[in-house]
């Protein structure tokens, strides 16, 4: 939600389609948010996501507030929102590398998907790419860099650590 803020046209006057593709993701998780809601047993969830949602939702108000009360110039306000956009984007694409250890351990990769680590490096690499479209964005441009090689760095353990498949001309070709 926060990369909405940074989309806006008062923070980013190119921000167009940052904030249709951010919105997009956030129509998308809140639809996913809600079958779950609806349809898990515990009670717990159906407190706590509400409460994470508020908390979310007003923490973002809170950034937006202070980029547009604070600071007076479209860059300031970039730069204010940017980093902080950099900080949560470079911390959501390096927490899968928490498994690493357990993957090393184990050498195995069941806790780490492959799906959501190719779709985690591909995502960042399309961003990547719109970073340096047009005028280079920074702060685009350093956080999906960076998840970009925190993806390739899941790969490459994933690959190397993947299940091999018996009975080919290769020893090398992984199973998914």
């Keep these: 939600m926060i990369w909405i803020v940074y989309g806006l046209p008062m923070v980013n006057p190119d921000g167009t389609l940052i904030i249709t593709f951010n919105s997009f993701g ?84 069941e806790y780490l998907p492959l799906w959501f680590c190719i779709a985690g490096f591909c ?18 441009v350093i956080g999906s860099g960076v998840g970009a090689v925190f993806g390739f760095i899941q790969l490459c353990i994933y690959f190397y650590y993947a299940p091999k498949v018996k009975g080919s001309n290769t020893d090398t070709i992984p199973q998914v």
């Excluded at 995502?123 to 964005?137: A, P, S, V």
């Design 123 to 140: 995502n960042n690499i399309c961003w990547l790419t719109y970073g340096f479209l047009k005028e280079i964005d920074l702060y685009i």
């Design 26 to 109: 956030v129509l998308t998780q809140s639809i996913f948010l809600g079958i779950f809601f609806v349809y898990t047993k515990k009670n717990k969830y159906k407190r706590l996501i509400p409460m994470l949602l508020l908390a979310g939702g007003a923490f973002v108000g809170l950034i937006a507030a202070i980029a547009l009360l604070c600071f007076h110039t479209t860059a300031s306000r970039m730069r204010f929102v940017g980093i902080i956009c950099d900080i949560f984007l470079i911390s959501m694409y390096a927490s899968p590398l928490s498994v690493i250890y357990q993957v090393w351990r184990t050498k195995s990769v």
